[in-house]
């Protein structure tokens, strides 16, 4: 039987070409590409009425809208974050000068346990940044909780979890602001793109200044901003994309459908399915390997699937706070369950376009990986 290799972890969505010349024709009349221009409006707009939330701001990429939603809350001191995320959550913090400090997460759906972040809080901490991994929702109700208790704002990191919804209500509606990023090899991407939701409409001309230098008026700059502006061609190739995100999630869902069926009830198979009560949005398709019940460490797995050159991705591993940059500053002993998954956790590929018989045969490799 023949497949079509490599397969990769992910393919970007991309809208037929015909469509985006059609999108984009209109900057060659205005000759106004970026900066705030018609088609960042368009977007901005389609986007609020696709989530159904009253505020954001679009940027050039998730990470800078993360550092720049810290700069325009002025946050200071210590935030409690995951240690199993992407290296954007933990560096925006400490890029912009606070000092993270690292909470477990629950061994169901890997996001931030409130019991230990309630635990970590102290006077200096100012936030909370959780992060909805792999479109696991986090405990939002508790950690609302929490930050009502102890004042502290709370910042999602929502990079996975754009469309997913908890009984009808958007993800980007939790906390007081949440961070999705339309980086290429996210479900909905602007090729390079991001955008914050809030809930405090104060934040709106803060964002806006922040991420264009901090300028104020046409003769004022108050703050010693950065540059992060989302481009027009940027946002054109999210308002075509924006419209064919549903059915690109219908088909991640029946990618989705297929590995649970072929890996559900497998002894040493840990699958992420579903929440209850949670719309999802199939965005990977994490599997945790108990390599004792499994007969095959994650590694070994790895091995297998590169070996018929099929890239799945060990993500996240290692943990953010084993990086060689923090060298020496944590101790991810203190979280073992996020050590306990980040050693034994790989994405498969998951695309809109993955065709049934690839999803087969990956499973095939990945169990006869067994010893
Ligand atoms: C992709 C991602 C980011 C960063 O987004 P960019 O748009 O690539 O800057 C941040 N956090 C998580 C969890 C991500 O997956």
């Given at each position: 039987?023949?497949?079509?290799?490599?397969?990769?972890?992910?393919?970007?969505?991309?809208p037929?070409?015909?469509?985006?010349?059609?999108?984009?024709?209109?900057?060659?009349?205005?000759?106004?590409?970026?900066?705030?221009?018609?088609?960042?409006?368009?977007?901005e707009?389609?986007?609020?009425?696709?989530?159904?939330?009253?505020?954001?701001?679009?940027?050039?990429?998730?990470?800078?809208?993360?550092?720049?939603?810290?700069?325009?809350?002025?946050?200071?001191g210590?935030?409690?974050?995951?240690?199993?995320?992407?290296?954007?959550?933990?560096?925006?913090?400490?890029?912009?000068?606070?000092?993270?400090?690292?909470?477990?997460?629950?061994?169901?759906?890997?996001?931030?346990?409130?019991?230990?972040?309630?635990?970590?809080?102290?006077?200096?901490?100012?936030?909370?940044?959780p992060?909805?991994?792999?479109?696991?929702?986090?405990?939002?109700?508790?950690?609302?909780?929490?930050?009502?208790?102890?004042?502290?704002?709370?910042?999602?990191?929502?990079?996975?979890?754009?469309?997913?919804?908890?009984?009808?209500?958007?993800?980007?509606?939790f906390?007081?602001?949440?961070?999705?990023?339309?980086?290429?090899?996210?479900?909905?991407?602007?090729?390079?793109?991001?955008?914050?939701?809030?809930?405090?409409?104060?934040?709106?001309?803060?964002?806006?200044?922040?991420?264009?230098?901090?300028?104020?008026?046409?003769?004022?700059?108050?703050?010693?901003?950065?540059?992060?502006?989302?481009?027009?061609?940027?946002?054109?190739?999210?308002?075509?994309?924006?419209?064919?995100?549903?059915?690109?999630?219908?088909?991640?869902?029946?990618?989705?459908?297929?590995?649970?069926?072929?890996?559900?009830?497998?002894?040493?198979?840990?699958?992420?399915?579903?929440?209850?009560?949670?719309?999802?949005?199939?965005?990977?398709?994490?599997?945790?390997?108990?390599?004792?019940?499994?007969?095959?460490?994650?590694?070994?797995?790895?091995?297998?699937?590169?070996?018929?050159?099929?890239?799945?991705?060990?993500?996240?591993?290692?943990l953010?706070?084993?990086?060689?940059?923090?060298?020496?500053?944590?101790?991810?002993?203190?979280?073992?369950?996020?050590?306990?998954?980040?050693?034994?956790?790989?994405?498969?590929?998951?695309?809109?376009?993955?065709?049934?018989?690839?999803?087969?045969?990956v499973?095939?490799?990945?169990?006869?990986?067994?010893?």
């Amino acid at each position: 039987m023949h497949h079509a290799t490599p397969i990769l972890v992910t393919r970007s969505s991309m809208p037929p070409l015909e469509e985006y010349e059609a999108e984009i024709a209109s900057l060659w009349e205005s000759h106004w590409l970026t900066n705030m221009g018609e088609k960042h409006h368009q977007l901005e707009q389609d986007l609020r009425s696709f989530l159904g939330v009253d505020h954001i701001a679009l940027f050039v990429n998730g990470h800078s809208a993360l550092e720049c939603v810290i700069e325009a809350m002025g946050l200071s001191g210590k935030v409690i974050t995951t240690p199993y995320s992407f290296a954007s959550t933990t560096h925006a913090i400490v890029r912009k000068g606070l000092t993270p400090v690292f909470a477990d997460i629950k061994p169901d759906d890997y996001t931030l346990d409130p019991a230990c972040v309630e635990r970590l809080v102290d006077d200096e901490t100012c936030a909370i940044m959780p992060v909805h991994v792999y479109g696991n929702l986090c405990d939002v109700d508790a950690l609302a909780e929490i930050a009502r208790r102890h004042g502290l704002k709370v910042i999602y990191d929502a990079a996975h979890a754009f469309a997913v919804e908890r009984d009808g209500i958007s993800a980007a509606a939790f906390g007081d602001a949440s961070m999705f990023s339309f980086h290429a090899t996210k479900v909905f991407n602007t090729v390079e793109g991001g955008a914050v939701c809030f809930s405090d409409p104060a934040l709106a001309p803060l964002l806006e200044q922040w991420k264009n230098f901090g300028i104020t008026g046409t003769e004022s700059v108050e703050y010693v901003g950065g540059n992060a502006k989302m481009n027009e061609f940027c946002a054109a190739m999210g308002i075509c994309n924006l419209r064919h995100v549903r059915e690109e999630i219908e088909k991640r869902r029946h990618v989705a459908e297929r590995y649970w069926e072929r890996l559900e009830g497998v002894p040493g198979v840990r699958l992420s399915l579903p929440q209850p009560g949670v719309t999802p949005n199939y965005a990977y398709l994490p599997v945790v390997f108990e390599e004792g019940e499994f007969g095959a460490t994650r590694d070994e797995v790895y091995e297998a699937l590169m070996a018929l050159d099929i890239h799945p991705r060990k993500y996240f591993y290692p943990l953010i706070s084993d990086y060689a940059c923090y060298e020496g500053r944590f101790d991810s002993a203190l979280t073992p369950v996020a050590r306990h998954v980040a050693d034994r956790v790989l994405t498969l590929p998951m695309y809109a376009d993955l065709s049934l018989e690839d999803v087969d045969w990956v499973c095939d490799v990945v169990l006869g990986a067994r010893r």
